[in-house]
């Protein structure tokens, strides 16, 4: 079982370059989320979609955005990467239980 | 906003001792709590759970005990294994029912 798949895992940006971080999930979870976790902060929330075609913002949103176009699909982007967004990235899915994260991505800004 | 936290960031223990590893929480309409390990370079994989309506919950090797009165979590291991060496976080759910908050972990390290 794949259950949550982050793509890519790695990926250093220059300031101001954008890009997407892409979830994807296989056990037909209607919740997924988007964390980031730094060191001695624990996991933040910055969006995340309680259904198809929802989104709603956590408690870090600013400088992301986000999509659901399909169940499985939660993608994450970045408009204008900044330094302050060196982290690492957690998706996770759930229903009606615990959340099932995916292994990460680790995103570095220079 | 809701406070998880631990009272304890680290843990040493040796192999084959038992472990506890504590957690409290701030609101106590939290009705859902769960315990996740994380390993270096991973993300946080799902332990065991526990409902508000119940004091506590058995797995393999691992109990969830919850105390209402005192807003407090705690999660033991038994027979520590090297293999256990990880962060552990406590997470709980209340409000609508979509939102979890985390604590920061506790880092477990087990002595062979």
């Known amino acids: 079982n794949a259950g949550v798949t982050q793509t890519p895992k790695f990926r250093v940006l220059k300031t101001g370059q954008s890009m997407t971080l ?33 989104t709603a913002k956590g408690e870090v949103p600013d400088g992301y955005n986000v999509s659901r176009l399909k169940k499985q699909n939660f993608l994450l982007g970045l408009e204008s990467a900044a330094p302050s967004q060196t982290s690492v990235y957690f998706c996770a899915s759930s229903y009606l239980g615990p959340q099932h994260f995916g292994d990460g991505t680790r995103l570095s800004i220079l | ?25 701030s609101n106590s309409a939290s009705d859902y709590f769960i315990w996740y390990k994380q390993e270096s370079g991973k993300g946080p994989q799902f332990i065991i759970d526990i409902r508000s309506n119940m004091d506590k919950r058995q797995g393999q090797r691992v109990t969830v005990l919850l105390n209402k009165t005192v807003k407090h979590l705690s999660l033991q291991i038994a027979a ?24 920061t972990g506790t880092s477990l390290t087990v002595i062979p």
Request: net charge negative.
């Open chain 1, 22 to 54: 892409l979830c994807a999930q296989d056990m037909n979870h209607e919740y997924m989320y988007w964390y980031r976790q730094d060191p001695g902060m624990g996991l933040r929330l910055i969006h995340y979609s309680v259904g198809e075609g929802t």
């Open chain 2, 80 to 103: 520590t294994q090297p293999g256990d060496s990880a962060v552990y976080f406590c997470a709980e759910i209340s409000g609508t029912g979509n939102q979890f908050y985390f604590g």
């Open chain 2, 1 to 25: 906003g809701e406070s998880v936290g631990l009272h304890l960031p680290t843990l040493s223990v040796q192999e084959g001792d038992n472990s506890i590893i504590n957690c409290a929480y």
